[in-house]
């Protein structure tokens, strides 16, 4: 099982590979129920182009090397803030379950509805509050 620590650093990674608008994570871990086989579900909200697949792609590489079982679903802010508009949409249940560690200075205008799920981190916000 991943400890918090874990999750920070895979987060870091992501961050410093992709510079995203936010990164969390969702599911079991998040809820609290993750079991010793359960997987690290990560949501990024990043600009970026490309197939859902491809995006996926691309963050596995700034964590080649972590064994750790994990899912990727990475978003752009335009398709984050559009799939809140359905309250049974993926990413509703997303936003519903988020813990955010990393926070930019762009989440602050374009995730509004995020802000409440930021995970504290030694006395600051996320993995890089405020960058």
Request: some cysteine; overall charge neutral.
């Amino acid at each position: 099982m991943l400890t918090e620590n874990d999750i920070h650093r895979i987060i870091d990674y992501i961050v410093r590979g992709c510079s995203p608008v936010a990164a969390g994570i969702f599911g079991s871990y998040a809820t609290g129920i993750a079991g010793a086989d359960s997987d690290l579900d990560v949501f990024v909200i990043r600009h970026t182009h490309g197939s859902a697949a491809s995006r996926n792609v691309a963050i596995r590489r700034y964590l080649f090397g972590l064994m750790s079982p994990m899912d990727f679903a990475v978003f752009t802010p335009a398709e984050f803030a559009e799939g809140l508009r359905d309250p049974h949409s993926f990413i509703s249940t997303v936003a519903a379950q988020a813990r955010v560690y990393y926070w930019s200075r762009e989440a602050e205008d374009c995730l509004p509805s995020l802000r409440a799920k930021l995970v504290e981190r030694k006395g600051s916000f996320g993995a890089a509050a405020g960058s």
